[in-house]
């Protein structure tokens, strides 16, 4: 269950994440689950779905929460890739060129030669979803 998010909830990563946050900004018990209600309307973060778990995220972030996720996936930018566009096009990757990246290396030099991208941290919304296509179709030919 690490990596695969539940019937209509958060994974278990997420989970742990939000935990984190609670330690991490030192959050009280009776805090914590007052967040929870107002931002992801629920009483436990294992309830959270995609969407509340992105509203409390926001709010822990804008009390001074840093995670290696936002720093990961360069959290939420006006006019760029969403976090969770980054996320698919690391994950596309991985499937097509069969190894982990972590430095992006080789997904910037594919970035760069094909979509004059230098970077995934400057892959905008727009050409988000035409990276995201390319990749979609070269994880599947390379299956086939």
């Given at each position: 269950m690490t990596g695969?998010?539940?019937?209509?909830g958060i994974t278990a990563k997420q989970?742990?994440?939000?935990?984190?946050?609670?330690?991490?900004?030192?959050?009280?018990?009776e805090?914590?689950?007052?967040i929870l209600a107002r931002y992801?309307?629920?009483?436990?973060?294992?309830?959270?779905?995609?969407?509340?778990?992105?509203?409390?995220?926001?709010?822990?972030?804008?009390?001074g929460f840093r995670s290696t996720w936002t720093k990961r996936t360069f959290g939420n930018r006006?006019?760029?890739?969403?976090?969770?566009?980054?996320?698919?096009?690391?994950?596309l990757w991985r499937q097509f060129?069969?190894?982990?990246?972590?430095?992006?290396?080789?997904?910037?030099?594919w970035l760069d030669k094909h979509h004059h991208i230098t970077a995934l941290r400057f892959v905008g919304a727009e050409k988000a979803s035409k990276v995201i296509y390319a990749l979609k179709?070269?994880?599947?030919?390379?299956k086939a």
């Open positions: 695969r998010a539940r019937s209509g989970i742990r994440l939000i935990q984190v946050a609670k330690r991490e900004l030192k959050l009280e018990d805090d914590y689950r007052t992801g309307n629920v009483a436990s973060a294992a309830d959270l779905d995609a969407q509340g778990f992105d509203y409390v995220m926001r709010y822990f972030t804008a009390l006006a006019g760029m890739a969403t976090p969770a566009q980054v996320d698919l096009i690391r994950s060129s069969g190894t982990d990246d972590p430095g992006d290396s080789g997904l910037n030099a179709a070269m994880a599947a030919r390379k």
